[in-house]
C-alpha cells in the first residue's frame, strides 16, 4: 500500500503544483485584460494578456484532470489527463523535428511575427512592455535593425509624420550609461536618420532576432536542459498515471472476482475514495 500511496501523492502533487500556477497565469492575465483601457490587440500571438489566459486556463483543466483523478482514485479522469499528456509530448517533439528541419521557415515565420508586433507597438500595453523588456535585456532593437521601428506609424521616418518620435525608436533601443539614474524617454529620438556607426554610440542597432538565436547558441546548455527537464517531469507524470490506472484497474478486477455472485459488476470508471486501501500484494 505504500508503494502506491507514494506514486499517488506524488503524482498529485506535481499536478497540484501546476494547478496553482495556471490559476495565477490565469488571474494575472484576466486582470490585464480588465485593466486595459483600450483593448486594439486581440489575437493570442500579440497580446500577452490573452496568451496568458488561454495557456492558464488550458493548463488549470489539464492539471485539475490529474490532482481530482489522482486524490479520487478515478480512472476516467486520469485515461483523459494520461491521453492528454501523451498528445502534448508527442506535439512537442513534432515541433522540436519540424523546426530543426525547417528552420529557414520557422525564422522566417518568427520574424514575420515580430514584425507585427513591431507595427502594433503602442496599440496595447502589455505588448509594449514585452518588447520593451525584450530589447533592453538582449540589447537589440527591431527585429534586424534598429531601422525596423520606420514600419511603425509612430516612428515612420517620414516628412509629412507629425508624431514627435518620427525617425526615432523606443527609448529601451537606447544604450544606457553605467552611472545614469534619471531615464532619458528621448534618447531615441531621430536615430534613425543617423548612420549604424553614429547610431551605435546612443542606441543598439543589432535586430532582436539575431540576439536571441546568438543568445541560444551561446547558452545551448541551459536551453537543452529546461527543455529536457519539461519532456522528463511529462514522461514521468505520464508513467505515474499509468502506473496508478493499472493498480486500480488490478483491485476493482480482484474485487470484482471476489463479489457474490449476482452482484452487479461496476464500470471501470469507478471512484475509490480518496483514503482507499489497496494492498500490494
Not at 529601451?172 to 524617454?185: E, I, P
Request: proline letters at 2%.
Amino acid at each position: 500500500m505504500r508503494g502506491y500511496r507514494g506514486i499517488k501523492y506524488t503524482l498529485f502533487v506535481c499536478c497540484y503544483v501546476f494547478w496553482v500556477v495556471s490559476a495565477i497565469l490565469t488571474a494575472v492575465g484576466i486582470y490585464a485584460k480588465i485593466a486595459k483601457e483600450k483593448d486594439v490587440v486581440d489575437t493570442v500571438t500579440l497580446d500577452p494578456a490573452l496568451l496568458l489566459i488561454v495557456v492558464g486556463s488550458v493548463m488549470f483543466l489539464i492539471t485539475f484532470l490529474g490532482c481530482f483523478g489522482a486524490l479520487r482514485n478515478a480512472t476516467c479522469l486520469l485515461k483523459t489527463f494520461l491521453g492528454i499528456l501523451v498528445v502534448i509530448l508527442l506535439l512537442q517533439i513534432a515541433a522540436g523535428v519540424v523546426g530543426y528541419l525547417f528552420t529557414d521557415m520557422v525564422m522566417e515565420r518568427t520574424e514575420r511575427l515580430m514584425m507585427k508586433a513591431i507595427v502594433r507597438y503602442r496599440e496595447d500595453r502589455d505588448l509594449e512592455n514585452a518588447i520593451d523588456f525584450i530589447q533592453k535585456k538582449f540589447q537589440c532593437c527591431g527585429v534586424e535593425n534598429y531601422k525596423d521601428w520606420s514600419h511603425n506609424i509612430y516612428f515612420e521616418c517620414l516628412d509629412t509624420n507629425p508624431s514627435l518620435e518620427a525617425c526615432g525608436v523606443p527609448f529601451s533601443c537606447c544604450v544606457h550609461l553605467q552611472n545614469q539614474t534619471v531615464l532619458n524617454t528621448m534618447c531615441g529620438y531621430g536615430m534613425q536618420q543617423l548612420e549604424e556607426r553614429l547610431a551605435g554610440q546612443d542606441v543598439f542597432t543589432i535586430g532582436c532576432l539575431e540576439r536571441i538565436v546568438w543568445w541560444a547558441k551561446n547558452h545551448l546548455l541551459l536551453v537543452a536542459g529546461l527543455t529536457a527537464g519539461l519532456l522528463l517531469l511529462e514522461v514521468c507524470m505520464i508513467c505515474l498515471a499509468a502506473v496508478q490506472i493499472s493498480r486500480i484497474k488490478k483491485v476493482h478486477q480482484l474485487k470484482s472476482e471476489n463479489a457474490p455472485r449476482g452482484q452487479s459488476e461496476r464500470k471501470d470508471s469507478y471512484w475509490f475514495p480518496a483514503f482507499a486501501d489497496f494492498d500490494d500484494e
